[in-house]
T-cell receptor
Framework: DAGVIQSPRHEVTEMGQEVTLRCKPI?????LFWYRQTMMRGLELLIY????????DSGMPEDRFSAKMPNASFSTLKIQPSEPRDSAVYFC????????????????FGEGSRLTVL | TQLLEQSPQFLSIQEGENLTVYCNSS?????LQWYRQEPGEGPVLLVT?????EVKKLKRLTFQFGDARKDSSLHITAAQPGDTGLYLC???????????FGTGTRLKVLA
């Protein structure tokens, strides 16, 4: 299996531009997560989907951020307009499990998309 | 608000030493996981603990889940340079798909 695939690996853009990050989860996984990682704040959960439906987007910083999952094999995270404080590594992860006592719910992460907003 | 606090944040030790990393919260989790992350890569799962008081061993690594399911520890015996990395605990909020990550412990083992 190819694992979770993210693109682009690196993105450098200017403030005000639109940024779209893409993720292909592992086939058969029914949960997908978007995280953001910075030195200051660590790994923050932005949003997660179950069976393509957004379940909790309380971690999305503000209206400039939006995420979609049109089908089981693809998700996007969009920032419009981007700002320098959005600079971070954005990770997508997928899981086949439910966070319950009888399920390991292992998260499989992609390699991340490093975003730099100038 | 950070739900999971890890300590220490940074740790630099000599090869062969032992160390313990702590993960604490005021929230109850259905399960708790430990991940290790290498530079330029995503975190990779080391272990999952699901029962209060559970202890799991993975070679030189020993993981424990607190009785109240609010905290966990990771103990490494005879650390090696290959253990260098960022260690993250992650708690699963009961009945949800929500995995919250700890603040992280950056470990460096010197040869």
């Amino acid at each position: 299996d190819a694992g979770v695939i993210q693109s682009p690996r690196h993105e450098v853009t200017e403030m005000g531009q639109e940024v779209t990050l893409r993720c292909k989860p592992i086939s058969g996984h029914n949960s997908l997560f978007w995280y953001r990682q910075t030195m200051m704040r660590g790994l923050e959960l932005l949003i997660y989907f179950n069976n393509n439906v957004p379940i909790d987007d309380s971690g999305m910083p503000e209206d400039r951020f939006s995420a979609k999952m049109p089908n089981a094999s693809f998700s996007t995270l969009k920032i419009q307009p981007s700002e320098p404080r959005d600079s971070a590594v954005y990770f997508c992860a997928s899981s086949s499990g439910l966070a319950g006592a009888l399920d390991t719910g292992e998260l499989f992460f992609g390699e991340g998309s490093r975003l730099t907003v100038l | 608000t950070q739900l999971l606090e890890q300590s220490p944040q940074f740790l630099s030790i000599q090869e062969g030493e032992n160390l313990t990393v702590y993960c604490n919260s005021s929230s109850v989790f259905s399960s708790l996981q430990w991940y290790r992350q290498e530079p330029g890569e995503g975190p990779v799962l080391l272990v999952t603990v699901v029962t209060g008081g559970e202890v799991k061993k993975l070679k030189r690594l020993t993981f424990q889940f607190g009785d109240a399911r609010k905290d966990s520890s990771l103990h490494i015996t005879a650390a090696q340079p290959g253990d260098t990395g960022l260690y993250l605990c992650a708690g699963a909020l009961w009945g949800t798909y929500k995995y919250i990550f700890g603040t992280g412990t950056r470990l460096k083992v010197l040869a």
